[in-house]
């Protein structure tokens, strides 16, 4: 099993619509947690960090269950610029994983 | 653009070379990781360095090493090159030498082996 798990995709939605990813971690002693967006063929970039309390920025909503070791990432009123893939990742003391992405494209 | 460069940002080895990448990091970023990127695939953690020293490790191979310099630079060293290592490879700067901040990516090397 791998230590972070995504829906590779890809999700092919609407412009306007709302998409949500989901994520499973399996290290119970994970500290932090992030969304990246990926590019194609670009570097990955911060989205947002994920806390315990759920975490919401603009159109993006990022929200964490310790008990259920899985992270959620919801985008609402999608837009053409979100096409892109979305990594999940989890750190702990030693060491950072990431999830292999989910691919989202939005069509017009 | 993140402050953070590699060089160089293509590469051609024969297998069982060996390759050395670099990388600089944001300035005031005294952290630097390092990962390998397979196509259709998310960046595996290789190792981070932090003042100088290893500070944490993925699962990859002793030939797979590393060096962090005063000035907070780093490079990535493989040794005995296998087509398998044909991949993007990203480095990323932090701070603080956690694991738990925000990491910002260079644009990678990518390193084919023939």
């Known amino acids: 099993r791998k230590e972070v798990e995504q829906d590779p995709g890809p999700f092919n939605v609407p412009e306007g619509a709302t998409v949500a990813f989901n994520c499973t971690y399996s290290n119970s002693a994970s500290q932090s947690f992030f969304w990246y967006r990926q590019d194609c063929r670009k570097e990955p970039k911060l989205l947002m960090s994920v806390y315990s309390s759920g975490n919401e920025d603009g159109r993006f909503t990022a929200q964490l269950n310790r008990a259920s070791q899985y992270i959620s990432l919801l985008i609402r009123d999608s837009k053409l610029s979100d096409s892109a893939t979305y990594l999940c990742?989890?750190?702990?003391?030693?060491?950072?994983?990431f999830g292999s992405g989910t691919r989202l494209s939005i069509r017009p | 653009e993140t402050g953070v460069t590699q060089s160089p940002t293509h590469l051609i080895k024969t297998r069982g070379q060996q390759v050395t990448l670099r990388c600089s990091s944001q300035s005031g970023h005294n952290t630097v990781s390092w990962y390998q990127q397979a196509l259709g695939q998310g960046p595996q953690f290789i190792f981070q360095?932090?003042?100088?020293?290893?500070?944490g490790r993925g699962n990859f191979p002793p030939r797979f090493s590393g060096l962090q310099f005063p000035n907070y630079s780093s490079e990535l060293n493989v040794n005995a090159l296998e087509l398998d290592d044909s991949a993007l490879y990203l480095c990323?700067?932090?701070?603080?030498?956690?694991?738990?901040?925000?990491?910002?990516f260079g644009q990678g090397t990518r390193l084919t082996v023939v």
């Open positions: 360095y932090y003042r100088e020293e290893e500070n």
């Open positions: 990742v989890v750190s702990s003391a030693s060491k950072i994983i």
């Open positions: 990323a700067s932090t701070l603080g030498g956690t694991m738990n901040t925000e990491a910002f």
